[in-house]
Structures are given as C-alpha cells and as structure tokens.
C-alpha cells in the first residue's frame, strides 16, 4: 500500500428560503416551511461557520441567488471568513424543469449576483436537488463553469464529465420492443470537472422531515448515518491510495443540534487518519488539472 492522500471536503447548500418556494406544481409556499428555511440561513449558518472555525477547515459554499439578495449579512460572513462560494442557481429551480432559454437567464442572473457579491466569478456549480439537464454540461461549458458537482459517474474521483451529447433511447412499452432496445451511444468528454456527488453522503434525505418529500425521513438516529458515512470512507481509504470525500449538507439541516455533533465525531475520526487534507472543491480542481490528484476517465456507450 503507498503513501495515503485525501481531499475531504464539505459541500454546503445555502438553499435557506428559495428551496421552499419552488414547489414545481403552483401551489403556495407554506410559511412554517419558509421559517425553516430562515432558521438554515441564520441559526443554521452561524453553527456551521463555528464548526468549520473549530477544526481550521474551509469548505464549499453553493448558494443560491436567491439566498444572497435575500440574506446578505448572513453570506457575507460566509464570504469574509475565506471560504469557497459556487452556483447554485437562483430560487433552487429543477433544472430538468426548465427550457434551455430559462437555463441560460438562470446562469446570467446567478453569476452575475455572485460576482457582484465575492468580487470574483464563482467556478463552480451544483444543480439544486442534482435534477439536470441534456444541457447542463454545453451550457456550463459555454458560461466558463469550470466544474460540476451534481453526477455520479464515480463516487471517489474527479472526472471530465460527458458533454451531455450522448443520445439514449427511453423505454417506451407502447411501441414495438424492437424500437427500444437500443444501448446509450458513447460518453464523451466535456472540459467541465466533476467533483462527484453521492446521495448516500447527504445529510437531507436521513435528517430533513418534509410532507411534501417522499424521500426525506428526518427521524434517522444520527449514529446509524455517521456509521453509514465512515463506512463509506473506511472502504475508499482500504481500496485507495488517493480519493476524494465530498460531503454535502445544507444549514437547515446540520445546523440542528444532533446533526452538529454528528459532524464533530466524524471530523474527529476522519482527522485519525494520515494522509487526510480538508480542502475546498475549487482545491481538489485544482489539484486535478494541475496534475497532483489521480482522476479516472468515464468509459461506455456504443461508438
């Protein structure tokens, strides 16, 4: 086995009040869910820059235009304290709800807020609730974006992700099987870096209680996801010499007070280990264009 390196980073979605106003069927916002959503940008934001402060990590901020117009004394704490802040959209819109055109006005709005708001363009991008599109990866291409976290074509290397070219046929049982039975055509590389995402290290699923989800739970005991998550990392530090360990989780969420420790024991116990970096996604980037940090190439398709 040789020398172990380790990116390990947090990716942290500031969705705050935007995450609850797209309801994608027209119905009003409930107001309660709306304070949930000022709780993450406030109470939840504060909790986390003091955890981040406790171990010397700086981490990866995705937020959403929304959120910064929306709370800017809260983002700018974010800002002043030297962390990363990437695209997150502008009202946590579904991607794969939009037209191409509401694509482009969405990137144009958000990096233009963004910019404005750290004095820089932000380089990277998540799609709110990783819901994409054929168009993500050209139109992230043609707005300069330099990497993605939203695929999940590997779980524990960067990657240039597939341009978004590649043509598969949906399984329409209406028609004659013969019509469907056709393979994916092949993948393609983009300049777009992927920083992989993985919704078995997410903190909303397991934590965050929603009526209108049903895919969250919010009752899980905290130890059975900390267990869950150093598993996963047990495995790649087993497997691997080099590896990336993203994590993402939202304020309104790991700022509740079971969440917070939780985080604490599994930053405590990943410290444990040699070989372990805690890095922005923009570092681990990078390190993988420079060269440092191994990467794989995403295979597969019919030529």
Known sequence: MGKKRVLVGYGIDVDAVSGWINTRDGSPANPTD????????????????????????????FVPAHSIETFPDQLAKVRDAGHEIGLHGYTH????????????????????????????????????????????IKLLEEFGVEYDHSFMHHDSQLYYCPTGDEEWTETDTSLDASEWMKPMSALKPSQVVEVPANWHLDDWPPFQLSLKQASTHGFVDPYVIERLWKDQFSFLYREYDTFVFPMSIHPQVSGKPQVVLMHERIIEWINEHDGVEWVTMEKMVDEFKAGKLSGVEVKGGKP
């Open 34 to 61: 709306v304070s949930r959503g000022v709780f993450g940008a406030t109470v939840g934001i504060d909790r986390l820059l003091r955890l981040w402060d406790k171990y010397g990590i700086k981490t990866t901020w």
């Open 93 to 136: 819109e579904f991607v794969s709800t939009l037209n191409e055109q509401q694509q482009r006005d969405v990137l144009t709005k958000s990096i233009h807020v963004l910019t404005e708001f750290i004095g820089k363009k932000p380089r990277g991008w998540t799609a709110p609730a990783w819901s994409t599109s054929r168009e993500t």
